[in-house]
């Protein structure tokens, strides 16, 4: 049964705070073939032509196979739940690896998501779609994988707050640190609590100029490195667009369409980050 996506928008303005709730029917399917990925064939419109495009020339590679084999903590499963004792976590899909991290314990997962621009009422639109968007692909795939009870999880957090406009980097890191240690998350945790997801006003414009919204970027940051004083996201390269000395790679532009249950479980190794990182002003591109 479809439900209701969960779009929890922390909204701090005269605006209401919005939260929509839903209880899909959780059915995880026991086939372990991966589902079929969705491809794009890239193309890069007029704003993106000014903006590097890099695919990363290391090799995509995964983590060395684990030796582990699979076992459930729970000593009544669920009826809805098959019996993948003795399965190596490798031969899991994406999607059932996530149903997994995310039973034992119980736990939310889905990107939190700064909006930084505000000034600009043209582009009000833009992240409008842009959250329509990210949540019917999301949940499109998951419908069509063999884990769709990973949807009765899934829960965005956009927050939204004027005061938000061109926010430093250390300044959105405290925030999401607050936000993280509010909801009883830790920075060593899985991907929704070490990393998180900036729009600002060139991101919405890429987005604009793409005729796939997909083909957008957006940037994504980790949000419990030390270090200070980048000022702006943005403030990371110079005014040839060339990195400045003294980058803690602590952030990268991804495309919109990298926002994927893929990519949010890559990184939920600690090695993550380091197959897919490129400097700013690049942006990596890997279609799923």
């Not at 609590?193 to 957006?218: C, H, I, P, Q, T």
């Not at 996201?233 to 249950?261: C, H, I, K, N, Q």
Request: net charge negative.
């Amino acid at each position: 049964m479809a439900g209701a996506p969960i779009l929890r928008s922390i909204t701090i303005s005269p605006s209401p705070l919005s939260r929509i709730t839903t209880r899909p029917l959780c059915i995880l399917h026991t086939h372990l073939t991966p589902s079929p990925s969705a491809r794009y064939t890239s193309t890069i419109a007029n704003f993106q032509a000014r903006t590097r495009l890099t695919i990363p020339t290391r090799p995509h590679s995964k983590p060395t196979p684990s030796s582990r084999l699979f076992t459930s903590s729970s000593p009544h499963p669920s009826n809805n739940t098959p019996s993948l004792t003795g399965t190596p976590w490798e031969h899991l899909s994406p999607f059932q690896q996530l149903h997994h991290t995310t039973q034992h314990p119980p736990s939310k997962w889905g990107w939190i998501i700064f909006r930084c621009t505000y000034l600009n009422k043209g582009l009000h639109p833009n992240w409008a779609s842009f959250k329509h968007t990210l949540d019917t692909h999301t949940r499109n795939a998951i419908a069509a994988s063999d884990a769709p009870c990973i949807a009765d999880t899934l829960d965005w957090v956009f927050i939204e707050d004027p005061a938000l406009e061109g926010a430093s980097l250390d300044e959105l890191k405290r925030r999401f640190r607050e936000f993280v240690r509010s909801e009883g998350g830790e920075g060593g945790g899985s991907s929704r609590w070490r990393y998180f997801v900036v729009v600002d006003e060139r991101a919405l414009w890429s987005m604009m100029g793409a005729e796939d919204l997909f083909k957008g970027w957006v940037v994504i940051v980790r949000g419990w490195v030390e270090g200070g004083g980048f000022g702006s996201v943005e403030g990371e390269v110079d005014e040839f667009g060339e990195r400045v000395e003294g980058d803690r790679e602590d952030w990268m532009r991804v495309r919109v369409g990298m926002l994927s249950v893929e990519f949010y479980n890559e990184l939920e190794d600690g090695e993550g980050w380091w197959r897919f990182y490129r400097a700013p002003p690049e942006v990596v591109t890997v279609w799923y």
